[in-house]
């Protein structure tokens, strides 16, 4: 009876430890649920995503529907409650569905004036023109091929980004026809994204051989240090003009072989490669390496020094980078 007892006594006292040692396995690992994303007839589909029981989904990137704009993701078909990324958390199996409205405003009226790249064949890197002021990283020259393109007259002014975008990031807000700054690689691929859905077009940015074949003026080159001349005081608002330490309205220099402006000086523009090494060998359409130290930025800025105008100059900087030296350009295919 006595060892009846004792086995009653242990299966009493390992009962309970075996119920929480099940119930502390459930809490470390929580329920997983899925969490949809309807677009309707947008253009890009959005990847569903897996979420832990009580966590916040990461906010996806705005889809794209030609003639309308995005007005944010919903928890119902009606679109009577918007779901808040930063508050809402995931407990079940969910489906968030995008709200449209047509845009019947902005397409009419947003122009970009563009110039036509006929492609071709060029060095790219230290050229002869470019002397003893090149750096390693310019280095070694190569032949590259690009297929034709369309590239912006002018960089990205503050009265386009405010068209688009309802704001302006800028630290020198003088005029809209000054250049857009201060904003970072990754706010340059959120204006593309939202101009594009309002346009219906698919500009982007330039990748740098583009970049580099535009600015010494493409088929029309003439071989000059600076992009549309040897003389960077013809073409390039740079260090020695910046007596009002800032931007300046783009068009107001002389242009290129090719009629675009800017592409010297005034602010340093953001190219689509990350940067990396040169390689000697030809190139066809290149788009740099799948990954790297930073987004490359070309052209120089008000605040730098000649040499660093060229058209050869080549920098980088964090993605996320934003300062008043950075803006950028668009380039259609």
């Not at 032949?143 to 369309?150: D, E, G, H, K, Y």
């Not at 990350?274 to 060998?281: F, K, L, V």
Request: charged letters at 25%; hydrophobic letters at 30%.
């Amino acid at each position: 009876m006595k060892k009846f007892f004792s086995y009653l006594v242990v299966a009493a006292v390992m009962f309970p430890v075996a119920l929480t040692t099940s119930c502390d396995n459930e809490d470390d690992n929580p329920k997983e649920f899925n969490v949809s994303f309807e677009t309707g007839d947008s253009d890009i589909n959005v990847e569903p995503k897996k979420v832990k029981d009580g966590e916040k989904v990461e906010k996806p990137n705005d889809p794209i529907r030609e003639g309308y704009i995005f007005d944010g993701w919903y928890k119902d078909v009606e679109w009577t409650s918007e779901w808040k990324f930063d508050i809402d958390v995931v407990t079940t199996n969910t489906t968030l569905y995008a709200k449209w409205s047509e845009n019947d405003t902005q397409t009419n009226y947003i122009e970009v004036e563009m110039i036509f790249v006929q492609g071709g064949t060029f060095t790219m890197g230290c050229t002869a023109e470019q002397g003893t002021w090149c750096y390693d990283r310019e280095k070694p020259a190569h032949q590259v091929t690009v297929s034709s393109f369309n590239i912006a007259k002018y960089p990205v002014t503050q009265g386009l980004w405010s068209s688009v975008m309802d704001s302006n990031p800028s630290n020198f807000k003088k005029g809209d026809d000054f250049p857009v700054e201060n904003v970072s690689w990754t706010d340059a691929q959120e204006f593309i994204v939202k101009l594009n859905a309002v346009t219906g077009k698919n500009y982007r940015l330039p990748t740098e051989a583009e970049w580099e074949y535009a600015a010494r003026g493409g088929s029309q080159s003439k071989g000059y240090r600076y992009s549309g001349s040897n003389d960077p005081d013809d073409v390039a608002w740079y260090l020695l003009w910046a007596l009002t330490g800032s931007t300046y309205p783009v068009g107001e220099k002389q242009p290129n072989e090719l009629g675009i402006h800017d592409m010297s000086g005034n602010v340093d523009e953001w190219c689509s490669d990350w940067y990396g090494d040169y390689s000697a060998e030809e190139q066809n359409n290149p788009t740099g390496p799948s990954s790297g130290v930073g987004r490359v930025r070309r052209g120089g800025s008000w605040g730098d020094a000649a040499v660093n105008c060229r058209v050869s100059y080549r920098f980088h900087n964090n993605p996320d980078s934003r300062n008043s030296y950075l803006g950028f350009r668009l380039v259609l295919p």
